[in-house]
């Protein structure tokens, strides 16, 4: 794992962003995993800007969410597929053929998982962008999930319910479920780049970074892949006690 200690949420987004402009540059049909959460949206308008900019297209980008709600309709303001439209998609020259999110709306939700899983598995990830949750879930990856699942339909633990109920208007609104690629699938991908800002995931990073590789903790399988890029503020950083270091990539 290569991590970078910022200084606050701007200097992470714009670290990350500068990486995937990199990689998107390199290589314009790049196979990109996106996830949903506050943390990527920093990265997000930076690539937006890159685009705007002229500096990176969209044209031949091919994308695949972590995850998805089950139990409310994708126009739903708060699935993720309307999330992904808002921060990304809207925004930018991206063909709507090459975004895939796993479908809330359909009726076998684990056919449906397979289905995804199939082109998981054919669309290998060059790069995947990660958050954390101060459970230290990965995608809706909760503490306890098999580490060899595949995309799968989820239970939300109380815990990651009630840190996303500030995007609905009530606890009893967020969905119970959701759709995942599981842990198998994250580490398919090339690279990953996880963003986590905030002393709320300071005890989830340390974890991820140095703790034993448990399925309590998902996020610590990272360990265990190749090329893993860390960016984080200082916050997150606390348990750490490593000196900044947010050098220009
Ligand atoms: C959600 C998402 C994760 C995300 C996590 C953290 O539960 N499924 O992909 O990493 O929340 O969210 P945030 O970045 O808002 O703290």
Known sequence: MKIYKCKDYDEVSKKAANIVIQNMIQKPNIILGLATGSSPIGIYNYLIKAYQDGLISFKEVKTYNLDEYVGIDKLHPQSYSSFMNRVLFDHVDINKNNIHIPNSNSID???????????????QRDLQILGIGENAHIGFNEPGSSVSNQSFVTKLSEETRKANARFFSSLEEVPKYAVTMGIKNIMFSKKIILVATGNNKAKAVYNMVYGKITEEVPASFLQLHPDVVVIIDEEAALELHMETECLEF
């Open 109 to 123: 939700i684990n056919d449906l998982a397979n289905e995804y899983n199939k082109l998981l598995f054919g669309n």
